[in-house]
């Protein structure tokens, strides 16, 4: 199984901020990642796929970058909505489909 | 708008089953996989099972810490998927999401999960 690891596991920023998490996959997978957010008692909603493909509708502060095992997730301008928890996953080996453990972005 | 609705969460004691569903809208079910997802409480995302597509067999996937015990189906003519669960352990306790996958062809077919419902706890306790 790949297993994937996230960092870090939260912090703490201001709006206006630009945040960026990492996610390490244990073996490469080709750029077959997808990004969720996560608020508090709501399902996970899609934000990148492929990588750096923006799903419909999510705004352009979101992108994503990466290849091999190492990617990541940047937030050009935190904006008070984002304040979520972010987790990635891979769809590159499957089954099972992994997630890292997730990130937690705070209100500083 | 794609919809995903499930239902047939509460709270069963160790050892017997329950049956969840999920009921779509929005778009053509069966021309897609579905996949069952679960986040027990204060943890993270947990992949459960998956179900492709008629068109691509129709063949099911499970997490090793199901297989055996919980079952995926559908019902395209309803648009439905069900998780069958037995022989449930406290350790199942979670939210269970329903999710639509959706296929990149990358020389072999890659499902990401774009849409998820809205969950349904599950607890396992006597």
């Known amino acids: 199984d790949i297993q994937m690891t996230q960092s870090p596991s939260s912090l703490s920023a201001s709006v206006g901020d630009r945040v960026t998490i990492t996610c390490r996959a244990s073996q490469g997978i080709s750029n077959s990642l997808a990004w969720y957010q996560q608020k508090p008692g709501k399902a996970p909603k899609l934000l990148l796929y492929a990588a750096s493909r923006l799903e419909s509708g999510v705004p352009s502060r979101f992108s994503g970058s990466g290849s091999g095992t190492d990617y990541t997730l940047t937030i050009s301008s935190l904006q008070p909505e984002d304040f979520a928890t972010y987790y990635c996953q891979q769809y590159y080996s499957t089954p099972p489909w992994t997630f890292g453990q997730g990130t937690k972005v705070e209100i500083k | 708008e794609v919809q995903l609705v499930e239902s047939g969460g509460g709270l069963v004691q160790p050892g017997r089953s329950l049956r969840l569903s999920c009921t779509a809208s929005?778009?053509?079910?069966?021309?897609?996989?579905m996949s069952w997802f679960r986040q027990a409480p204060g943890k993270g995302l947990e992949w459960v099972g998956f179900i492709r597509s008629k068109a691509y067999g129709g063949t099911t996937e499970y997490a090793a810490s199901v297989k055996g015990r919980f079952t995926i189906s559908r019902d395209d003519s309803k648009s439905i998927a069900y998780l069958q669960m037995n022989s449930l352990k406290t350790e199942d306790t979670a939210v269970y999401y329903c999710?639509?996958?959706?296929?990149?062809?990358?020389?072999?077919?890659?499902?990401?999960?774009?849409?998820w419902g809205q969950g349904t706890l599950v607890t396992v306790s006597s």
């Open positions: 929005g778009f053509t079910f069966g021309d897609y996989a």
């Open positions: 999710t639509r996958g959706d296929l990149l062809w990358f020389r072999v077919p890659k499902y990401y999960f774009d849409y």
